[in-house]
């Protein structure tokens, strides 16, 4: 082995394809159908391969996303990791391999992105307003359960230590975020991070209820400040801080305040971030006890904006399969425009962008 080799392993951290050159941990939104754009993200950080990955926080399916991508790569590296997303999202989509019941379900709960203003449809709406899932879903059938437990082996991801694992819920009973690591996950915890309180029973890990994590952070970033070495974090971003228009139908209002909910405690921590970089910056805290943070964020910008708050229901295959491309296309040209920049200051303006 040559030195440079050796000097390339003693500095890349977490999960490094032949080709990695430079450590990064990944922080993953969640938004439900959109969270195929990070597909897409993956897919192509994985192809081009200069990135060792040394963790991942989720929620809900960015939870998804880093579990399947952790399995794929254990199993196979990072055409693994690429061939395994492909199939959890082939697997989820409407066009699967779900069974009859299963596809009823999604067709009962899922199916409010069309907008053909039907009476079915305004009757649904009417009806979701007074019924819960539980007099709506009374034997809790979940397809994503049984997708994810046939197509991720638990097991595998809980002893792999190739990157850490963080993993967001919300607790019913306190409102507070519990963090789930790598160790000790199970399908119960990621369906945990990704239960939508109006569609799914809370899930209980415990003795104790969880909703979705994104109404406490979509995605937690503080474990990735505590728990790793590197100093960059990529923020793949599916959720739009802003909408320059005013919501005026009910459907439009509460798609939106559900955005701002769930944008609400990233905003506070990247806050913190700037805050924390400030003070660093200016020689009123020291990098021996706080940790100077490199934020970067990848998002889909206007084309995936446009796309209705409602369509983060949308199972379709072919929809699923536009948001990977968008991914691929927008992680192209993120690399392409700040691979220079990781490991020596952040590409994303957080005084500019989020104070």
């Not at 079915?120 to 397809?143: E, F, G, M, Q, T």
């Not at 799914?200 to 990735?224: Q, R, T």
């Not at 084309?303 to 708050?309: E, G, K, S, T």
Request: glycine share 8%.
């Amino acid at each position: 082995m040559t030195g440079r080799a050796e000097n390339r392993h003693k500095t890349l951290r977490g999960m490094a394809g032949p080709k990695a050159e430079k450590s990064i941990s990944l922080a993953l939104q969640g938004g439900g159908a959109h969270g195929a754009f990070t597909w897409g993200v993956l897919d192509y950080l994985l192809e081009d391969g200069r990135l060792a990955i040394e963790a991942i926080t989720g929620t809900s399916a960015g939870a998804m996303n880093a579990v399947v991508l952790l399995e794929g790569w254990v199993e196979g590296g990072p055409e693994g990791a690429r061939a395994q997303l492909r199939q959890f999202w082939k697997r989820v989509s409407l066009d699967g391999a779900l069974s009859p019941v299963q596809r009823s379900v999604f067709d009962q709960f899922l199916n409010y992105w069309n907008p053909d203003g039907s009476p079915a449809r305004l009757w649904i709406d009417a009806w979701s307003k007074v019924a819960s899932p539980y007099d709506l879903n009374p034997l809790d059938i979940n397809p994503l359960k049984d997708a994810l437990g046939s197509l991720i082996d638990f097991d595998r991801v809980r002893a792999c230590t190739d990157a850490k694992l963080f993993v967001a819920a919300t607790n019913v009973w306190s409102g507070k975020i519990r963090i789930f690591n790598g160790s000790e996950l199970t399908v119960d915890h990621v369906l945990a991070s990704a239960c939508l309180p109006m569609v799914f029973k809370a899930v209980e890990i415990e003795g104790e209820p969880y909703w979705d994590g994104g109404y406490s952070g979509n995605p937690a970033l503080f474990p990735l400040f505590y728990e790793t070495r590197t100093d960059d974090v990529l923020l793949v971003q599916i959720n739009p801080l802003e909408r320059r228009s005013t919501p005026r139908t009910a459907r439009e209002i509460q798609s939106r305040l559900t955005e701002i909910t769930f944008n609400s405690n990233l905003l506070h921590e990247l806050r913190a971030v700037e805050f924390v970089t400030r003070l660093i910056e200016e020689g009123k805290l020291s990098t021996k006890d706080y940790k100077r943070v490199f934020m970067h964020c990848l998002h889909g910008g206007h084309d995936l904006d446009a796309f209705a708050a409602s369509s983060r229901l949308n199972a379709k295959w072919a929809f699923f399969k536009e948001l990977k491309d968008l991914g691929r296309s927008a992680a192209r040209n993120w690399l392409s425009e700040n691979y220079e920049a990781i490991g020596h200051k952040s590409t994303l303006d957080l005084r500019g962008a989020y104070s």
